[in-house]
């Protein structure tokens, strides 16, 4: 599959064998824990002298890994949103197109990962306390988070709320029995009137030349954005975990190199002084 399939053609990187290890020592981790597979695990890590395991690639830091949103980019994607809630499409508004825009203004606003809002409850909020007691089923560390909700996104959920019919958030296709599984549709045709998508051209059925446009940001780059951005405000590290939901620290300091311009702040008071 690695040599003929996804990730035929991809540079080999000491990241990339570092990331099929983990993936294989979790496979094998799995079986043994189904009695699938007995002995030990063949793709256990090896220990710090080297032995006893498969030994692992040292990593340097990743510069320029993530897209980081500028001010101008986040306002263009505001209006962009404003603009896709109000438009004409010729026929009624579906349950499930109504508020499909809200739901990247809300990853804009908090940062969380796109089905964690997609999914979303009603029941799951307090909008008076301002808390969101996200369940486990739908965080990536499969353990329930408290999430502390900006005045901004308690402004949008308010709005949303007057209007809402159902248990979900983002009702899906067939009404209110599940949630939308995807925001692909909106997000590319609010990137395009941002100015963030590219322009290309398909074949249609008839022959006919047909314009698409393919975003040039990531739905997933609005969740760096947000961390960036309170990195660079001043915010510790530790803050910038908890509200994007870390479990353990050394997810978070991947963001420490954007802490440079507080510490220079910080170091330049003394020197002027």
């Not at 996804?6 to 570092?18: C, D, F, L, S």
């Not at 802490?259 to 702040?265: E, F, G, I, K, P």
């Amino acid at each position: 599959w690695v040599n003929g399939g996804r990730h035929e053609g991809k540079k080999r990187t000491p990241i990339r064998a570092n990331r099929v290890h983990s993936l294989v020592r979790s496979m094998f981790t799995k079986a043994i824990n189904w009695g699938m597979y007995e002995g030990r695990n063949p793709a256990r890590q090896a220990k710090r002298d080297g032995a006893d395991g498969v030994k692992r690639f040292v990593e340097e830091e990743r510069q320029g890994w993530q897209t980081q949103l500028s001010d101008e980019q986040f306002a263009a994607l505001d209006r962009a949103i404003t603009y896709y809630n109000g438009r004409d499409i010729g026929r009624p508004i579906l349950d499930c197109e109504r508020d499909s825009g809200e739901a990247i203004r809300l990853l804009i606003l908090n940062g969380s990962r796109m089905m964690e809002i997609v999914a979303a409850r009603w029941d799951e909020f307090d909008l008076k306390r301002g808390l969101w007691f996200r369940p486990s089923r739908r965080n990536k560390n499969k353990k329930p988070e408290r999430v502390v909700l900006s005045d901004a996104t308690l402004i949008v959920l308010r709005r949303m709320k007057e209007r809402a019919s159902g248990p979900y958030l983002f009702p899906g296709r067939f009404g209110q029995e599940a949630p939308r599984t995807t925001i692909r549709r909106p997000w590319v045709q609010i990137c395009h009137v941002a100015g963030l998508a590219e322009e290309y051209t398909i074949v249609g059925r008839r022959g006919k030349p047909l314009k698409r446009y393919r975003p040039l940001v990531r739905i997933h780059d609005l969740r760096h954005s947000y961390a960036s951005w309170l990195v660079n405000h001043g915010t510790p590290l530790e803050q910038v975990g908890k509200l994007l939901g870390h479990v353990d620290p050394k997810t978070t300091k991947r963001y420490a190199h954007l802490a440079d311009a507080t510490l220079r702040n910080a170091t330049n008071t003394f020197g002027a002084a």
